[in-house]
């Protein structure tokens, strides 16, 4: 390999790591909810068009980045039957009575092997919540920690998460506003 040549696959390395950091950056700065606004589809563009998004504790799986609703099973209704939308999860999951919250974002890792990559992070989230979606004050302060794993893919030229496992691993529920 020439000098050339190895410096343009550095050059590649760097450019791809800070634009994957970036790609896990946004999925905080999405979530939040400054002054309850968020941003769905900042969201939904961090995301591939067949993406996977699971999360082992709550037993669901979530393919694509559309709005798509799920199917749940008529016996447990936190069980889901057919996989739904990562835009779903972002209106019906994560956020519809989320205010005033912070994502905190550590230990991102990242380890790229050409168009694909690897990675994790550790999150700690925090804000206010209303009791329902509906209430016009938020009440309790909520906060959870979470580890983040991803499988990245570049699609022309453009990295995006096309495969998220959120393990949320604390969440009190004692922190009162």
């Given at each position: 390999?020439?000098?050339?040549?190895?410096?343009?696959?550095?050059?590649?390395?760097?450019?791809?790591?800070?634009?994957?950091e970036r790609l896990i950056i946004n999925y905080g700065k999405?979530?939040?909810?400054?002054?309850?606004?968020?941003?769905?589809?900042?969201?939904?563009?961090?995301?591939?068009?067949?993406?996977?998004?699971?999360?082992?504790?709550?037993?669901?799986?979530?393919?694509?980045?559309?709005?798509?609703?799920?199917?749940?099973?008529?016996?447990?209704?936190?069980?889901?039957?057919?996989?739904?939308?990562?835009?779903?999860?972002?209106?019906?999951?994560?956020?519809?009575?989320?205010?005033?919250?912070?994502?905190?974002?550590?230990?991102?890792?990242?380890?790229?092997?050409?168009?694909?990559?690897?990675?994790s992070d550790h999150m700690i989230r925090y804000g206010y919540k209303r009791p329902?979606?509906?209430?016009?004050?938020?009440?309790?302060?909520?906060?959870?920690?979470?580890?983040?794993?991803?499988?990245?893919?570049?699609?022309?030229?453009?990295?995006?998460?096309?495969?998220?496992?959120?393990?949320?691993?604390?969440?009190?529920?004692?922190?009162?506003?």
């Open positions: 390999m020439s000098e050339y040549d190895e410096l343009k696959s550095r050059l590649d390395e760097l450019e791809s790591r800070q634009e994957i999405a979530a939040d909810a400054v002054n309850g606004k968020k941003d769905y589809d900042l969201f939904v563009s961090l995301f591939s068009e067949d993406c996977v998004y699971t999360n082992p504790k709550f037993g669901f799986k979530l393919e694509g980045n559309s709005d798509k609703t799920p199917v749940f099973d008529k016996n447990d209704p936190r069980k889901m039957v057919k996989p739904g939308g990562v835009g779903w999860l972002f209106n019906n999951v994560i956020l519809p009575n989320q205010e005033d919250y912070c994502s905190l974002i550590a230990n991102i890792t990242i380890d790229i092997d050409g168009d694909t990559a690897t990675g329902k979606p509906s209430d016009p004050t938020p009440q309790d302060l909520e906060f959870t920690y979470a580890l983040h794993r991803f499988k990245f893919t570049r699609i022309n030229k453009t990295w995006k998460i096309s495969w998220f496992e959120g393990n949320p691993i604390h969440n009190p529920g004692w922190l009162k506003k």
